[in-house]
């Protein structure tokens, strides 16, 4: 497979485990790799705090933490620091600041780390800078402080229009936040904004659903992420949940939901390129699409992770003791794995089967023609034949097929190695 | 005559009641192993054997012995399995013997196996000698169970040795009265030569390994072995005797046991019950040989991966060399491609067949839900054998359906006999009649399906006595039943494999079961699967899978990349053990649970 754009790759954190040799073979592996341009890469920076966490979150963040702010900026910039000397190249396009709720941090804090990434890893060709901010969290000063440092882009976690939902997530804002943090980004100068929206919330209705959508495109951001709500495991929804206090909606609410969002906002002009991602033209999301097509990106901050196009690592999921490794000159870096060819190939393909675009079974997956695909997966193109579309060497998700997008991925899997079915065998020993 | 100073003797008993651990005795006291070598029941070797604490081959050893006369004796021994799924193992060393040690559990006394292998070894007129063994234990109650000997066997109290293998105590003793007892082997060792086949195995370097009890004449090294079952004839490679391991020797004489290779690379020619001669002294009498056993239990045996259909075939063949029992015809089914039908003594045969086959052959195997052998008579009035369900003509087509039935003979103590009388009631059965063996063992007469003996009876038995009944049976013939096919269909199609024979009383109460049990194990699919149980058109248990609508992930973003791969990785490796009929796809132990079902009911 000549498809891993490796070579010439921002290479990440020292990442303490691997050994020179294993690193060497991947370098050399990388130089073979023949691929004509090398893609661009991503920077992301975790923010772990909240003023109060939300009831369905397992992002890794705090609330009441605001003691260590200040020191976790001292942190993030000397983490991007240790970077320095390892970073072959420098083709970062986006940078992105999530959380948490990055917009707690105050300009100062946001100069402080631009200044290190600027220094590390430079940043004049970032055509997209995103920062995330909750609605009644982020006064119109404040945004316009964080435009003039370079953020061109706000994602804004409104959930909902529903005053009884939004206080069931256990989100502090009320609806007229929303609005009103909206149109003060706008007056702060913010020309692209993105909006994350919940479905398949317990008590939620398709009526309810479909004005909260109206409600939405009225307002009319560049970008809206929807997403089905989901019960992860150790938050307290999930106890809930368990202990049958809160009932998740039927399965086929939860498919209604989402076929609507799917028709409907295309006909307001936002593109379904994704699974769960919706933009107006020429707007989605180009960090995200990093992630998606397989691309490289650095992670700063605690749980953030890193990818190099073979191997990904990532920091402690701990603020203290990433805080502590970093003040003790240590790296945060908690584990990483390197890909095999076989991995690298189904991460291409479970990812890139969530983009409306799909994926080129040539370059990315690396066949040799489409024929030669198609003879390997005759039957899957087949039992899938419903959800599945080649059209020349795209390879792409029907609408329908989009709602098992996760069993088709996994259908076309390849198997690294023989499945532990066997047991290891002794010889016959029972036959003399 | 045959060596005066050689004697074969096997050691037959119930399961458990302390055979193998009496041969290390044994072997011990005639330093036939060394320290090293030795440990607890030395003689089960296979990994199964040791892993599950029994013995499921017979393993015979040769010791040599100095007796208290100051001559140094040859004792061949064969240490046989107890379990009665095992028995024509038991049957088999018999015939290479000329006496065996019954052996009998001080604290457990008299069981139904003890009965059994003591009344097969009688009709081999093989000499028993008597042995209580686990005098050690504090509950021993030897009194008792001498007189169970004496009522079943007819020999004097004096007769019974008394012996602790764990201990050591008796053990001397024992090895006196098999030289004074046990007749030295007759036959001519001037002869023409005829040695018996009782058991043989594969060897991958060197083809098949014939057991045999040389019965006249003799083998060595460069002679022309001739086998009567087929007009073949082989040059004798090596022939040996049995150590732990085999250890070549110059020759086998009339009377020894031993091993004979003639490089018989086509396992087929090589039978069990077989009688070898030599061009150059050629027998013309065949030895009596073995009646072949009948299989009691019958399921298809099928390749997890298709490709490996040939695997099994000649793995079946090895194995078969290795378990005369085991019997096997190529089967189709449209569930689940080309496999085998095989027979089996009963389930636990059944477990260790598989178990062999995919150890020691490196295989992944599916087993259908066993059956018995049936006769039914069609419409036209033929008859025919029916040892699989999906064989059975159609409801409209049988004019009767015949199930096997066994003579089942049980043992326990009188506390118990309520229970067990409502157990076996409880499975169709008919009372024969009752015989106190001593005041505290009852021997319990009942014709019984063997379909309800079979699969759990066993468990059944035990927990009505509290663990002290046992039981054995015995093939009697076919008899009219009230029997009905239920047939299982997923999707409208019916599974050829999930059919099964079973009596009118219990066809709605399983097909819902069934149905119940598949609705578990059938994981959701693109589309509804219905499930349904059938006694011919007839309808009479139905559950449904609703289609699997959404299994997509909202999120995924830099830090969820690996751990959805991960979980994806997992559903992937899932669906390599699924089975497709049609267009579902069924989980492995989908067939295994239903099984379970069967046990349950
Ligand atoms: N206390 C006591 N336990 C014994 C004695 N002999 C055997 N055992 C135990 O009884 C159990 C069964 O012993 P085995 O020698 O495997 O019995 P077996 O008759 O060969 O069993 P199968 O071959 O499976 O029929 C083991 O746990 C032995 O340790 C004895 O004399 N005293
Ligand atoms: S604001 Fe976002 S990151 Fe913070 S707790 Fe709520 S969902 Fe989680
Ligand atoms: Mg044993």
Redesign the interface.
């Known amino acids: 497979m000549g498809d891993q754009d490796s070579s010439n790759l921002p290479v990440g954190i020292d990442y303490q485990s691997r050994s020179d040799a294993a690193r060497a073979a991947v370098e050399e592996k990388n130089s073979r790799a023949n691929s004509p341009v090398a893609s661009t890469a991503?920077i992301?920076i975790h923010v772990p705090f909240c003023r109060a966490k939300c009831l369905y979150c397992d992002f890794y963040s705090l609330a009441e933490r605001d003691d260590v702010v200040d020191r976790f900026v001292n942190c993030i910039t000397e983490e991007i620091h240790g970077a320095a000397g390892q970073v072959r190249d420098r083709r970062f396009d986006t940078l992105y600041i999530g959380g948490g709720t990055p917009s707690l941090l105050t300009p100062g804090h946001l100069e402080s780390i631009m200044n290190a990434l600027q220094k590390v890893l430079g940043l004049n060709r970032i055509v997209e800078f995103t920062l995330e901010a909750n609605p009644g969290e982020a006064p119109e000063e404040k945004l316009r402080a964080f435009r003039d440092l370079g953020v061109n882009r706000l994602s804004l976690g409104f959930q909902s229009f529903d005053a009884g939902l939004l206080k069931f997530l256990g989100r502090l804002h009320d609806p007229r936040d929303c609005s009103r943090t909206f149109e003060a980004a706008r007056r702060a100068g913010f020309d692209n904004i993105s909006v994350d929206i919940l479905f398949n919330v317990p008590g939620q209705t398709l009526q309810c659903w479909q004005s909260d959508l109206a409600a939405l495109v009225e307002l009319g951001p560049e970008h809206i992420s929807a997403?089905?709500?989901?019960v992860e495991r150790g938050t307290p929804l999930d106890d809930m949940v368990a202990a049958g206090q809160v009932c998740m909606p039927a399965?086929?609410v939860?498919?209604a939901l989402?076929a609507w969002t799917r028709q409907y906002l295309p006909g307001w002009g936002y593109h379904a390129y994704e699974?769960?991602n919706y933009a107006r033209n020429g707007r989605a999301c180009r960090h995200?699409l990093h992630?998606?097509r397989g691309e490289p990106?650095l992670?700063f901050g605690p749980?953030?992770?890193g990818?190099d196009g073979t191997r990904?690592w990532?920091n402690v999921r701990d603020l203290d003791k990433y805080l502590k490794l970093i003040e003790g000159g240590d790296s945060p870096v908690a584990g990483g794995?390197e890909l095999n060819i076989i991995?690298l190939r189904?991460?291409k393909l479970?990812?890139g089967l969530?983009l409306s675009r799909g994926i080129s079974v040539t370059v990315d997956l690396g066949y040799e023609s489409v024929a030669d695909f198609i003879s390997k997966y005759e039957g899957q193109l087949e039992?899938w034949a419903d959800?599945l579309v080649l059209v020349g060497e795209q390879l792409s998700l029907t609408e329908q097929g989009?709602?098992?997008?996760?069993?088709i991925?996994?259908?076309l899997?390849l198997?690294?190695r023989k499945?532990?079915?066997?047991?290891k065998?002794?010889p016959?020993?029972?036959?003399? | 005559m045959a060596d005066q100073l050689v004697r074969n003797f096997c050691i037959i008993a119930h399961i458990d009641h302390g055979k193998s651990t009496l041969a290390d005795r044994f072997l011990e006291l005639t330093h036939t192993l060394t320290t090293k070598e030795m440990q607890a029941q030395v003689l089960d070797?296979?990994?199964?054997e040791r892993e599950r604490g029994i013995t499921i081959?017979a393993h015979p050893i040769r010791m040599v012995y100095r007796h208290t006369d100051g001559k140094d004796y040859v004792f061949n021994l064969i240490d046989t399995p107890g379990h009665v799924d095992f028995t024509y193992e038991v049957s088999r060393s018999l015939a290479a013997c000329e006496g065996a040690l019954l052996l009998v559990d001080a604290a457990q006394g008299v069981e139904a196996q003890t009965v059994s292998n003591a009344y097969l070894a009688i009709e081999n007129d093989l000499q028993l000698v008597p042995v209580i063994n686990k005098a050690d234990l504090p509950n021993a109650r030897v009194d008792d169970v001498k007189t169970q000997i004496v009522d079943l066997i007819g020999c004097e109290e004096s007769d019974i040795l008394i012996t602790s293998a764990k201990t050591g105590q008796g053990v001397e003793a024992i090895l006196e009265a098999i030289v004074e007892h046990i007749p030295p082997p007759g036959g001519d060792p001037d002869g023409d030569t005829r040695a018996l086949v009782f058991d043989s195995?594969?060897?991958?370097f060197r083809g098949a390994?014939a057991y045999v009890r040389m019965v006249d004449g003799c083998l060595k090294k460069g002679l022309t072995a001739e086998l009567f079952a087929h007009d073949r004839s082989y040059e004798i490679d090596e022939v040996g005797i049995f150590r732990m391991?085999?250890h070549p020797a110059e020759r086998l004489t009339a009377g020894d046991v031993g091993y004979v290779i003639a490089g018989i690379k086509d396992v087929a020619y090589l039978e069990v019950g077989d009688t070898l001669t030599t061009a150059d002294s050629r027998a013309t009498q065949r030895l009596p040989g073995y009646k072949p056993i009948k299989p009691m239990v019958f399921t298809g045996l099928y390749p997890?991966s298709s490709e490996d259909y040939e695997l099994l075939r000649s793995s079946l063949d090895?194995l078969r060399l290795?378990d005369a029992s085991l019997s096997y015809v190529p089967e189709t089914s449209t569930a689940l491609g080309f496999g085998f039908r095989c027979g089996f003594l009963g389930l636990l045969h059944m477990e260790i067949v598989q178990e062999?086959l995919?150890?020691?052959?490196?295989l992944?195997l599916i087993t259908t839900p066993p059956n018995v052998e049936y006769e039914v008579v069609t419409d036209d009035g033929e008859l025919i054998r029916v040892d699989s369900p999906a064989d059975m003509p159609h409801a409209g087509a049988i004019r009767q359906i015949r199930e096997p039935y066994v003579a089942a003979e049980i043992i326990t103590p009188p506390d118990y006999l309520g229970g067990v009388m409502k157990l076996c009631q409880d499975k169709r059965g008919s009372y024969k009649n009752t015989h106190y063996l001593s005041p505290s063992k009852v021997q319990l007469r009942y014709e019984l399906p063997l379909a309800e003996v079979i699969f759990d009876f066993f468990d059944r038995l035990k927990s009505v006595s509290r663990g002290y009944a046992s039981y054995d049976y015995e093939f009697i013939g076919h008899r009219p039943g009230e029997l009905k096919k239920l047939d299982i269909l997923i999707a409208g199609e019916v599974v050829d494999t999930l059919s099964r024979i079973i009596h009118k009383n219990h066809t709605n109460a399983q097909g819902r079961a069934l149905c119940k049990k598949l609705k578990e194990v059938i994981h959701r699919q693109?589309f509804e699967v219905v499930i349904q149980a059938a006694t011919g058109s007839r309808i009479i248990a139905r559950e449904s899978v609703k289609p699997?609508?959404?299994?997509?992930?909202?999120?995924?973003?830099?830090?969820d990349?690996?751990r959805?791969?991960k979980?994806?990785?997992r559903?992937?490796?899932g669906?390599?053990?699924m089975k497709q009929l049609g267009?579902v796809e069924i989980p492995q132990e989908a067939f295994l649970s239903i099984m379970e079902v069967e046990h349950g009911d």
């Open positions: 991503g992301y997403y089905s709500l989901t399965e086929e939860d498919t989402y699974i769960s995200n992630y998606w990106y992670g749980a953030a992770h990818f990904r990532w794995e991995q189904n991460e479970a990812l969530r039992s959800h989009t709602l098992l997008a996760d069993t991925a996994a259908d899997f198997e690294g499945p532990a079915l066997h047991r065998r002794r016959p020993a029972a036959l003399l | 070797d296979m990994d199964l081959k195995t594969y060897d991958s390994v391991k085999r997890i090895r290795n062999r995919e150890r020691e052959f490196d992944n693109q699997l609508r959404k299994n997509v992930t909202a999120k995924c973003y830099g830090g990349i690996t959805k791969r979980l994806l990785e559903q992937r490796a669906k390599k053990r267009r």
